[in-house]
Nanobody
Framework: QVQVVESGGGLVQAGGSLRLSCTASGSIFSISAMGWYRQAPGKQRELVAVISSGGIINYAEDVKGRFTISRDNAKKTVYLQMNSLKPEDTGVYYC????????WGQGTQVTVSS
């Protein structure tokens, strides 16, 4: 049974930083791609960043240069370091483990005040 749990959200002023963490249970973390998504109020969920099992990384255009995704297979954890935060980064951030099926966390709220 795979479970995915996010943490690290909160309220921060524009220009500030937050670090999100996502820990997965089970034995497939190291062979799975991991992604961070966000959903702003009234909008669809969108991909923020993804890291493959081999460490290949892709970012959404609007977070390039500000966000950094990384993973620690020994800890079964993926991180999202978010710097230079903007009010438009506000939303619920979800972690996704991509295997033969997708496993989602419950989400963590990030609020950036102007």
């Amino acid at each position: 049974q795979v479970q995915v749990v996010e943490s690290g959200g909160g309220l921060v002023q524009a220009g500030g930083s937050l670090r999100l963490s996502c820990t997965a249970s089970g034995s497939i973390f190291s062979i799975s791609a991991m992604g961070w998504y966000r959903q702003a109020p009234g909008k669809q969920r969108e991909l923020v960043a993804v890291i493959s099992s081999g460490g290949i990384i892709n970012y959404a255009e609007d977070v390039k240069g500000r966000f950094t995704i990384s993973r620690d297979n020994a800890k079964k954890t993926v991180y999202l370091q978010m710097n230079s935060l903007k009010p438009e980064d506000t939303g619920v951030y979800y972690c996704n483990l991509m295997s033969v099926r997708n496993y989602w966390g419950q989400g963590t709220q990030v609020t950036v005040s102007s």
